[in-house]
C-alpha cells in the first residue's frame, strides 16, 4: 500500500511539473484564465534597470588584484533551494495527504520560512529611517596646501555613497518630523574608505559622547507606551535639555525651518567636529567641512511638513530617488574652514574641540574643495541602504581626528553598534562596505566570513608567508597619526571652563535669523512645548530661553499663557551671522515640482499645456499635470495626478489652467453634495490653491483658471500670485519666483 501511495504522489508531482513547463491550451474546459499570460519557456533574471548596477567593489579575497565584484543575486531560469536545487512546487508544503499534516521532512517549506523568519535585523539605533544613493566626487585640488588626502586632488574622481536620515524615528517612521537629519558620506578613495558622517546641523546637543545614551533616551518615544514617534514634542525630550543646557544651541537649530528641510537635496551638511588636516610636507591645520547644496538651503513650513507625514510619510525618500532617476542629479559642493592648529585649538575665542560652538562663516569662509553628484539610485534597500555601515574613524592619510570628546566616544561606538547590528566584525565583507582600495587585514574566520584566505601566517613576524604583508611607510601612502602630544594633566570627569557658555551661540543664532524665520523658532517652541503635560518642564525650559533672547521667551510664554522668566545670566552682545538665515537669496530651480491644474473639457488649457512644454523642460523643472481624472487627456499628454491623489503640498508652485467644476467624487457626503450647486470650481482645486497660497507658494493662472484663484479667495495683486494672458508670460514670472523658494512677503511679521 506505502509504495502505491508514493507512487500516486510521484505521478501527481510528474503532472504537476509536467502542467508548470507546458502551458495551458487556450481554453482548456475547466482552466480560468490566467490574469497575465505567464511566460512560455524558462527565462534567466530579469535585466537590470540602466541605473541599477551594482556597487563596483572589489571583493576582500580578490583585493588588489582587479578582481570582479563577487556580488551573488539571482541566477539561472529556474527556482531553487538556497542550495541550488530546482524546485518544482513553491505554492504547497509538503503533507501527508490532500489534507493531511505538513511533513517535518518538507525541507523547502523549513528553509523559505526559517529564512523569512530572520528576513529583519535590527535597525540602527539612531538614524534608523533613511535612504541613500550612489555618487560622485570630483576633487577640485584647492585642499593642496592643507590635506594630502589623494582625492581631493585635482580631477580626482571617487565614487561614493551617500546615506540621509532622521536621527529619532524608528525604520518606518515618517519623513517629514522635526528632527535633525543625518548626512553620511562613504568615500571609496584609493587610499582607504572615507566616512563623512554628517548631519544638517552644525552643532550637538551634548559635547561629551558619555551622554549620546542620555540625549537619545530622552528624545526616543516614552518608554512605557512607545509614543510619540519620531518626535521632540513630549515631556521627556524637553525634561531633559531643559535640565542640560549645552543642549540649548542645538534645540535652537532643531526648533528653526532647519529641522523641517524641504529635501535633501536642499539641506546642509555639516561634519560638526573640528579634524585635524595634514599636507604633504606634514604640516597640520584644524578644520571643519561643510557640505553645500546646489540647490540652495530650503525648508517646509511645519502645517506642511505635518500634512506630508499623513499624506506621503515617504515625502524626501521619493523626491531623492525621482529626482535621481529623472536626470536632476542632486549636487552638494565641499567646503572646509580652515583654521590654524594652535596649542589651544582656538579660534578668535572660539573652543574648535567644543561641539556646540560654530564659527560664523563671516569670521572663517567655507573654502569649496570638491563636488559630489549624487547620480544613482541603490538596487536593493537592504543590501545597500540598510546594511551600509558608516564610521567616524574609516579615514585616509591627510584626515585625522582631534581630541574633541564627543569625537572620541564615536570613534567607539561605531564599530561597537555593528556588531549586533550587522552581526559580526566581518560587515566590512559587505558589498557595499567594501573598500576599494587593497585589503590585506590578517583578520580571520568570524561570523559571516566570505573571504577564502590563502597563506598559513596571519600573524606578524612571520617567515613562513614570507614576511607578507609587508608594513608600508609615508612614502607609500601609510596612514600615520599626527604625533600630536598629550596634555600632561590628571585623569578627571571634566569639561574645561571654555564649554561652559550655553547661550551666546544660541543667541547668535535666532539673532542672525530674518523676521519670518524667527516667527518660525517661535512657533516651534510653543508647539512643542504646548504638548509637554508638565508645567514645570515648561516653565524651565522658559527660563533657559530667557537667557538666549527676551524676545523669544516673551512670545513662547504668551503661547504657553505662562509669565516670561527674566534671564539668570547676563546676555551677551553678539554680531549677526548672515550666512545662517535661508532668507534673501535666489537659488536655481531644477528639479522643483510645479502642479498644472487642467481640465480635459477645456481645450484651452490644454493648449496652454502644450505650448508650456518645452519651457518647463528647459527650466528642469518637473511638472506634475492635474485633472479630474487619470488617463491620457488627449494624444500625447497624461494627467500625473487626480483631484482625488493631488495635495498641494507636493508642489513647490501652482499653476491653474482651468476651473475645473466639481466631479462626480468631488464631495465627501451627500449633506455636502446637497449644497454643491454653490459650487462652481472642484473644491479639490480650490484646496488646492488656498493652501499654496497659505504656504507662501507662488501662484500663476490664466484663461478660465483665473476663476478658481477667485473663488479660492485669492487675487491679482496679492503677492506671489500671477495673472496673465499667456500661460509662457505667467509661467516666466513663477519661475523667478520660485527661485527665492517662497514668497516670504505673505506672511505676515509678529515678530520685530
Ligand atoms: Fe552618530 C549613526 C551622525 C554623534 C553613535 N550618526 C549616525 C548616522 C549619522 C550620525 C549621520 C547615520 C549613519 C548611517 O546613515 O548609517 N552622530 C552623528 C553626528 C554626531 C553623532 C553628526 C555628532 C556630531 N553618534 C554620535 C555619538 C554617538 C553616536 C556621540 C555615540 C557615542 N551614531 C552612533 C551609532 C550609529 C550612529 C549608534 C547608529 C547606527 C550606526 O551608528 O551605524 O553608532
Excluded at 539610485?377 to 543590501?383: D, G, M, S
Amino acid at each position: 500500500k506505502p509504495a502505491k501511495v508514493v507512487k500516486e504522489a510521484l505521478d501527481k508531482a510528474v503532472e504537476k511539473v509536467a502542467d508548470l513547463v507546458t502551458p495551458p491550451a487556450p481554453g482548456r474546459p475547466g482552466s480560468a484564465p490566467p490574469p497575465v499570460d505567464p511566460p512560455s519557456e524558462p527565462q534567466g533574471p530579469l535585466p537590470r534597470k540602466p541605473d541599477q548596477a551594482s556597487p563596483a567593489t572589489l571583493s576582500a579575497t580578490g583585493a588588489g588584484t582587479g578582481a570582479a565584484a563577487d556580488v551573488r543575486e539571482q541566477q539561472g531560469e529556474y527556482l531553487t533551494t538556497a542550495q541550488g536545487a530546482r524546485l518544482y512546487d513553491t505554492d504547497h508544503s509538503l503533507k501527508a495527504g490532500e489534507r493531511g499534516p505538513t511533513l517535518l521532512q518538507d525541507h523547502h517549506l523549513r528553509e523559505k520560512i526559517t529564512h523569512f523568519d530572520h528576513e529583519r535585523i535590527p535597525e540602527r539605533v539612531v538614524h534608523a529611517r533613511g535612504s541613500a544613493a550612489h555618487g560622485v566626487f570630483v576633487g577640485y585640488g584647492t585642499a593642496s596646501q592643507v590635506c594630502k588626502a589623494g582625492f581631493l586632488a585635482e580631477g580626482a574622481t571617487t565614487p561614493v555613497f551617500t546615506r540621509f536620515s532622521t536621527v529619532v524615528g524608528s525604520r518606518g517612521s515618517a519623513d517629514t518630523v522635526r528632527d535633525t537629519r543625518g548626512f553620511a558620506t562613504k568615500f571609496y578613495t584609493d587610499e582607504g574608505t572615507f566616512d563623512l558622517v554628517a548631519n544638517n546641523i552644525p552643532v550637538f546637543f551634548i559635547q561629551d559622547g558619555i551622554k549620546f545614551p542620555d540625549i537619545i533616551h530622552a528624545a526616543k518615544p516614552h518608554p512605557d507606551r512607545e509614543i510619540p514617534q519620531a518626535q521632540s514634542a513630549h515631556d521627556t525630550f524637553w525634561d531633559f535639555v531643559s535640565l542640560h543646557t549645552e543642549a540649548t544651541h542645538h534645540v535652537m537649530w532643531h526648533m528653526s525651518d532647519r529641522g523641517v528641510p524641504r529635501s535633501y537635496r536642499m539641506m546642509e551638511g555639516f561634519g560638526v567636529h573640528t579634524f585635524r588636516l595634514v599636507n604633504a610636507d606634514g604640516v597640520t591645520s584644524l578644520a571643519k567641512f561643510h557640505w553645500k547644496p546646489k540647490l540652495g538651503v530650503h525648508s517646509l513650513l511645519w502645517e506642511e511638513a505635518q500634512l506630508i507625514n499623513g499624506v506621503d510619510p515617504d515625502f524626501h525618500r521619493r523626491d531623492l530617488a525621482d529626482a535621481i532617476e529623472s536626470g536632476a542629479f542632486p549636487q552638494f559642493e565641499l567646503g572646509i574652514q580652515v583654521f590654524p592648529d594652535t596649542p589651544e585649538q582656538t579660534f578668535e575665542g572660539i573652543d574648535l574641540l567644543d561641539p556646540t560652538k560654530i564659527v560664523p562663516e563671516e569670521l572663517a569662509p567655507v573654502q569649496a574643495i570638491g563636488m559630489l553628484t549624487l547620480n544613482r539610485n541603490t538596487t536593493n534597500f537592504f543590501a545597500e541602504t540598510e546594511q551600509v555601515a558608516f564610521h567616524v574613524g574609516h579615514l585616509p592619510p591627510g584626515i585625522d581626528v582631534t581630541d574633541d570628546p564627543l569625537l572620541q566616544a564615536r570613534l567607539f561606538s561605531y564599530l561597537d553598534t555593528q556588531l549586533s547590528r550587522l552581526g559580526g566584525p566581518n560587515f566590512g565583507q559587505i558589498p557595499i562596505n567594501r573598500p576599494h582600495a587593497p585589503v590585506n587585514d590578517m583578520f580571520r574566520d568570524g561570523f559571516h566570513q566570505h573571504a577564502v584566505h590563502s597563506g598559513v601566517a596571519p600573524y606578524k613576524p612571520n617567515t613562513l608567508d614570507g614576511g607578507c604583508p609587508f608594513m608600508a611607510g609615508a612614502d607609500v601612502g601609510a596612514y600615520i597619526e599626527v604625533p600630536q602630544p598629550v596634555a600632561e594633566s590628571v585623569k578627571r570627569r571634566e569639561s574645561p571652563t571654555s564649554f561652559q557658555d550655553h547661550f551666546t551661540q544660541p543667541r547668535l543664532f535666532y539673532r542672525s535669523l530674518s523676521a519670518v524665520e524667527r516667527e518660525h523658532v517661535v512657533r516651534a517652541f510653543t508647539f512643542e512645548l504646548g504638548k509637554c503635560y508638565e508645567q514645570a518642564i515648561k516653565e524651565r525650559q522658559l527660563r533657559v530661553l530667557a537667557n538666549v533672547d527676551a524676545e523669544l521667551c516673551a512670545l513662547v510664554a504668551q503661547g504657553l499663557g505662562l509669565p516670561a522668566p527674566e534671564a539668570t545670566v547676563p546676555v551677551p552682545e553678539v554680531t549677526p551671522s548672515p550666512a545662517l538665515s535661508q532668507v534673501g537669496q535666489v537659488w536655481p530651480v531644477e528639479g522643483r515640482m510645479i502642479g498644472i491644474v487642467v481640465d480635459a473639457d477645456d481645450p484651452d488649457s490644454l493648449d496652454g499645456l502644450h505650448q508650456l512644454r518645452s519651457t518647463i523642460d528647459a527650466a528642469g523643472l518637473t511638472p506634475l499635470i492635474i485633472a479630474a481624472r487619470g488617463g491620457q487627456l488627449e494624444d500625447g499628454l497624461d494627467a500625473q495626478r487626480t483631484f482625488l491623489t493631488a495635495r498641494s503640498i507636493e508642489f513647490d508652485a501652482l499653476l491653474v489652467a482651468a476651473a475645473p467644476p466639481p466631479a462626480p467624487d468631488a464631495l465627501p457626503n451627500r449633506d455636502a453634495k446637497a449644497a454643491a450647486p454653490a459650487v462652481s470650481v472642484d473644491p479639490r482645486v480650490v484646496l488646492m490653491v488656498q493652501e499654496c497660497f497659505r504656504h507662501a507658494k507662488a501662484i500663476g493662472a490664466w484663461g478660465t483658471g483665473r476663476n478658481a484663484l477667485l473663488e479660492a479667495g485669492c487675487a491679482e495683486g496679492d503677492p506671489g500670485v500671477v495673472v496673465g494672458d499667456t500661460p509662457a508670460e505667467v509661467f516666466g514670472q513663477v519661475v523667478e519666483l520660485l527661485g527665492a523658494h517662497r514668497v516670504w512677503e505673505r506672511f505676515p511679521a509678529t515678530v520685530a
